[in-house]
């Protein structure tokens, strides 16, 4: 994008919300910037569940308890980059799982997620993995 | 993903796409794999045309023009990522526009492309930018 030009609301959202995501403050993150009626949409689950989950109280525990569920190594979240009322931004760790199907495998997981913004808040994440 | 997943149609024509992009085969794999009445929606126009252009024949002109407004210095194309009919990929490209607002102007362009699939083929791709 040209310098000179403006930064749209979703680029700004999305700059600070991926700041607190770079510090580890997830559970921030979502407070101040999931919409109460927030859906995850995972590319698939490995326990057969459904691979969509809703309402905000509903991911912040769920992602709190991932983030308990393995050790982490490494890892990192991109520069957020913006289209409309979307951002798309990378992220990637390398870590052991504790618990779960994939307990003691430890993991290099990459994966880009788009965010869709409504009415200020984040209404739906999407994550993509590849092969 | 989990190697034992069997890989998903939308990650197959998405690993499939992508070889040829980075074999710089653009014509032939929107050829191959864009809708006749396919969709480009970038973030933004440099002048302040529609950032939405549509149909197979209208973007593969285009695609070709855009290609040759500018020296190639460096680029590449990341590994496709999926979620249900869509994959997600990471563009990137070290270059000096000939010709447009910016030319003369050597410029660093690193985006992602959202693609959808419809029926076997790509109806949309939308491209990410960041500041």
Redo the contacts between chains.
Sequence with gaps: ??DT?P?SPT?SLA?EFCSLLKEGKDAEAIDKFYADDVRH????S?DGSSPVSQGKATIKEAVAKFMQSYEFHSGGVG??????D???V?MWMDCTFKEGP?AGQRHEM???A?YTVKDGKISEA??????
């Design positions: 994008m040209p030009m930064k680029q700059e949409v995972e590319p698939f490995f520069e957020p980059r913006s289209n409309g979307q951002f798309a990378e994939m990459k994966e880009t788009l999407r994550f993509f993995m590849g092969s």
